[in-house]
Structure formats: C-alpha cells, structure tokens
C-alpha cells in the first residue's frame, strides 16, 4: 500500500516514505507510517495497492497531518 499526491488531480508522484512494504494478507495486522512534519504534501491524496496473487481484500486506509 502506497500514498501519491497531486497539486492538481492529475499528474500524481509517489509521497516520499509513505508506503506500508509487503504486508501478509492471510493475517490480521496493523501499522501506521509516519512522514516529516516539513514534507510537503500536496493537495490531492489517493492510495496505491498491488495485491499480488490476492483476488480480493478488506482495509481502512486514513491520512492525518498534525500541526
């Protein structure tokens, strides 16, 4: 699962470290990837997900930028 941003909703980049890696999907799991307080991140997000030989899959994806 990865995160790509957009100035404009349309020309999207990957967001710098925020990816979750491979994750097992025959366990339950949970993780939280944080990003520097100074990183840009512009206006548009969207989430990213390869599944690999999975033909389908259930999860909660959430973006939160502290002040």
Same mark, same amino acid.
């Given at each position: =699962?990865? !995160? *790509?941003?957009?100035? *404009? /909703?349309?020309? $999207?980049?990957? =967001?710098?470290?925020?990816?979750?890696?491979?994750? &097992?999907? /025959? !366990? @339950?799991? %949970?993780? #939280?990837?944080?990003?520097?307080?100074? *990183? %840009?991140?512009?206006?548009?997000? @969207? $989430?990213?997900?390869?599944?690999?030989? &999975?033909?389908?899959?259930? +999860?909660?994806? %959430? +973006? #939160?930028? %502290? +002040?």
């Amino acid at each position: =699962l990865s !995160v *790509d941003d957009s100035a *404009d /909703n349309s020309s $999207w980049i990957a =967001l710098s470290g925020a990816t979750s890696g491979s994750i &097992a999907c /025959n !366990v @339950r799991s %949970a993780g #939280m990837v944080a990003v520097g307080n100074a *990183d %840009a991140v512009r206006r548009y997000l @969207r $989430w990213q997900i390869s599944l690999g030989t &999975a033909t389908s899959v259930t +999860f909660v994806s %959430a +973006f #939160m930028r %502290a +002040f």
